[in-house]
């Protein structure tokens, strides 16, 4: 998929030229279409018109699941072999019977216009997974820049009459080009509804692998999950569940046996025999899984809170507005054989089980304690629990740790770089260490005292699991990438893992003297694989390539490197994206994206902000990242503390403009900017710095740092390490200095605040505030609100109107093309 052709060769106008008349400023006589059929299937006896309505969306179904359209590509179809045709439809002798025509529109903006539908009879067109409704042989289209096929199923000429095909656009510049060919631009909906896998279980000994999918057909109207079982030792599936998939399922230690979590049971399934018995039926369990002996499994059970008092509510702590805070979940053990179950704790808080012990005797597990005396305002306690006796020992209480796991003299700790009993910190005195920049740990057996094995060690680790001979596997951050590393506890150094991807969304690995690994990620310009590795031959082998299937056709534009040094000395990586029909004799707007939240914005294929959607729409993206981002050493990272804003906006600013001055392609009087969550704060930062952006989007933006501290559920745990020791009532300078909305006067960028109005993270009035200011200013602002939406716009229709609303907010100030945002928010056009 890197190397792609040229799109304007896959364009072609069919054949007619454009004209004008006084209904259509822009008329195109569409002369040729793609077409299959007649169908060997007759609905003319069928008097119940829903039957026949329910075949043809079938219909469409299938053929859009497929291998896109091409001349020549067949279909077998009841014992038949029907090929895509091309063929001229002023000319085409149409058969009575039910038949496909198919054409793809390509459009390099916002168009709108009809399809006119002549000499056909019962007609019915669809686009986007949609039926479009129909009015005198007409059908209203809007078309977003990309490209957007075009079903039309019919049933034959009608008598005598040509048949025809003609878009009529609503204004001159309503001209969308068209063609036959497979080849289509990435769209939001294929990012959205192509079946990727969301999960991966594997037996311990290497040779199951249970996967989720996850997917969508829209012309179906139904979400598509499904879990399948393969065995690794042939590549066959061996088992499916689809439409209720299990919520979860795990091997028994000799892999012979595998519970499986269907909906509020428990069944146990024999991998020899095939047979399966209900284990265990009960709500709310989870966080499960099998003991080494596997005699018993292990899970949480949870209760949740019911509030008796509906008028008012006492809040007990900070945490408190967290909406599962007061559900209390325990560790239970599920004897196997007989069925009995045991509560291995009973506290007042709830508890979470980190790691059993290889040889079964003990459990390691941690309780959130409530303790706001030091940053970061949190504090766990970590125990272990002796299963024969049921004798708990502590071991230490951490003001923050992401993951422990049992070592053969003590135990392994990720934590931050700032842990009290460790030695994790690299940056002096001068610096205050970023407590993101996880190291890893090994903890004494008491507690006391922790080794970082990670000082010298750049990347940040996110999770990590033990393999039998001790050694860890750990994922971690290294730059824009997520890699896997194994930790060689006896030479205590780090060696990369081979996962052949950039981006590893998730590794699972085997129990065996030579372990197996899968792992699951993507490219910056390749869609998810899932890949298995022979860790003694440290080589991957490809299972699973969307490229292959969900992706096939698909014409993405190039993803290339672009890093500069600072004016500090420091090296800023980065990467953009071009457009699939770049011409570097052109110039293109730019649209330029950052987090500085101290996570790098990261090589993953799409995500939350689609950086190739925004490339298919002819805008070159320029990615960076700043300074206080993890992945890059502790130096770098610890530049996020009490910053808000320094170093960021420098680096952003520089990087904008050294960007522009080294390709010639872009237009440097054309750029855009967009950050989200801190990176929207950072949007609204830079707004009150520079005029070098031309159009601005702040998705969950902060405006007032103390509100956002205050008020966002999480704001006082974050600003406890991006603003450590620093309050509103000890450094105003932060607080107040730093804050957007305090400098608004000096804003005159035009700015888009996005935001759910359910956020719980950065409360949506973050973006009010800085909307109700600029209003009283006279500036160029918008505000729209998705509602019932978090932090994350996750409704699937809601999402796309998000995403059409940033693009068209760019379309209507770096391409002057107003008539997108106008159609989506019609309140904002000027009057005629």
Do not use: C
């Amino acid at each position: 998929m890197r190397a792609v052709p040229s799109l304007p060769v896959l364009i072609l106008l069919l054949l007619a030229p454009w004209s004008a008349s006084a209904d259509s400023p822009a008329t195109l006589e569409i002369e040729q279409a793609l077409g299959l059929g007649p169908l060997p299937v007759s609905t003319a006896h069928l008097a119940d018109s829903a039957k026949t309505a329910e075949i043809r969306r079938q219909l469409i179904m299938q053929l859009a699941a497929g291998a896109q359209p091409a001349a020549g590509r067949s279909k077998d179809i009841f014992n038949q072999s029907l090929a895509w045709t091309e063929l001229a439809v002023d000319s085409a002798e149409v058969e009575a019977g039910l038949s496909v025509w198919t054409l793809t529109f390509e459009a390099e903006r916002f168009v709108r216009g009809q399809l006119l539908i002549e000499g056909l009879r019962d007609v019915e067109v669809w686009s986007q997974g949609a039926r479009m409704q129909r009015a005198d042989a007409r059908v209203d289209l809007e078309l977003a820049a990309g490209s957007t096929r075009i079903w039309i199923l019919h049933g034959g000429a009608e008598d005598e009459a040509e048949p025809g095909l003609r878009w009529e656009g609503r204004a001159e510049h309503d001209r969308p080009g068209v063609h036959l060919g497979p080849q289509r631009r990435v769209s939001a909906r294929l990012l959205t509804n192509a079946e990727t896998v969301t999960g991966m279980t594997l037996s311990p000994d290497g040779r199951y692998l249970a996967l989720n999918f996850s997917g969508r057909s829209d012309e179906a109207d139904l979400n598509l999950r499904r879990t399948e079982i393969r065995d690794l030792s042939n590549n066959r599936i061996l088992r499916q569940w689809t439409d209720s998939p299990p919520r979860a399922l795990a091997w028994s230690p000799d892999s012979r046996r595998l519970a499986v979590h269907e909906g509020e049971q428990i069944w146990l399934h024999e991998m020899d025999s095939g047979q399966a018995r209900l284990l265990a039926r009960h709500e709310h369990i989870g966080n499960w899984r099998w003991h080494p002996s596997g005699g018993s499994i292990l899970f949480g059970w949870t209760d949740p809170y019911k509030s008796d008092n509906k008028k008012s509510h006492r809040l007990r702590a900070l945490e408190d507005r967290w909406a599962t805070f007061r559900d209390n979940s325990q560790l239970f053990e599920l004897d196997v054989n007989s069925g009995l179950i045991r509560p291995l704790t009973a506290r007042e808080r709830s508890v979470t089980l980190h790691d059993i012990h290889p040889d079964g005797e003990r459990v390691l597990m941690s309780e959130r304690l409530i303790d706001y005396s030091e940053p970061p305002h949190s504090l766990f306690r970590l125990f272990e629990i002796e299963l024969a006796s049921l004798e708990e020992r502590e071991i230490g209480q951490y003001r923050l740790f992401n993951g422990a796991l049992f070592a053969d003299d003590g135990y392994w700790l990720l934590a931050g770089p700032g842990l009290a009993q460790g030695d994790g910190a690299t940056t002096g005195e001068e610096l205050i260490p970023n407590e993101y920049d996880t190291q890893l740990y090994a903890l004494s057996a008491d507690g006391r005292t922790a080794r970082s094995v990670s000082r010298d060690f750049d990347p940040a680790f996110g999770s990590m699991h033990r393999l039998p001979d001790g050694d860890l596997l750990l994922s971690a951050t290294r730059g824009e990438k997520v890699v896997l590393v194994r930790y060689q506890r006896r030479s205590e150094r780090f060696a990369d893992v081979a996962t052949g991807l950039e981006l590893m969304e998730q590794f699972v690995a085997s129990e065996g003297r030579r372990p197996l690994v899968i792992v699951r990620g993507t490219d910056a310009d390749a869609p998810q694989r899932v890949h298995r590795i022979d860790l003694a031959r440290n080589r991957p082998e490809v299972l699973i390539d969307t490229r292959a299937s969900e992706y096939a056709d698909v014409v993405l534009g190039e993803v290339r490197p672009w890093s500069f040094t600072n004016a500090a000395g420091v090296e800023i990586e980065g990467r953009y994206y071009l457009p699939p029909d770049f011409d570097a004799e052109r110039r293109h707007p730019l649209i330029v994206y950052y987090y500085g939240g101290t996570t790098p914005v990261n090589r993953q294929f799409t995500g939350r902000y689609p950086f190739h959607l925004w490339a298919a729409k002819g805008y070159v993206v320029y990615v960076l990242q700043p300074r206080g981002t993890i992945g890059y050493g502790q130096e770098l990272s610890a530049l996020h503390v009490n910053a808000w804003g320094r170093y960021t906006a420098d680096d952003i600013i520089e990087g904008t403009e050294r960007f522009v001055e080294a390709h010639p392609f872009v237009d440097g009087e054309r750029i855009g900017n967009i950050g989200a969550s801190y990176g929207g704060f950072m949007t609204m930062h830079l707004a009150t710095l520079t005029d070098l952006y031309a159009a601005s989007i702040s998705h969950a933006g902060i405006s007032a740092i103390t509100s956002y501290w205050g008020q966002g559920w999480w704001g006082f745990g974050y600003s406890g390490i991006a603003s450590r020791g620093s309050f509103p009532w000890n450094n105003s300078e932060l607080y107040v200095g730093q804050s957007p909305v305090y400098h608004a006067d000096r804003i005159t960028t035009p700015l888009l605040l996005v935001t759910g109005d359910s956020d719980t993270n950065v409360p949506p009035g973050e973006s009010h505030n800085m909307f109700t200011a600029l209003k009283l200013l006279g500036r160029e602002v918008e505000l729209v609100e998705f509602p019932g939406e978090d932090h994350w716009i996750l409704d699937r229709e809601q999402r796309y109107v998000w995403w059409d609303t940033m693009l068209a907010w760019f379309d209507k100030w770096l391409k002057d093309e107003p008539e997108w945002w106008h159609h989506l928010y019609p309140e904002t056009a000027p009057a005629d």
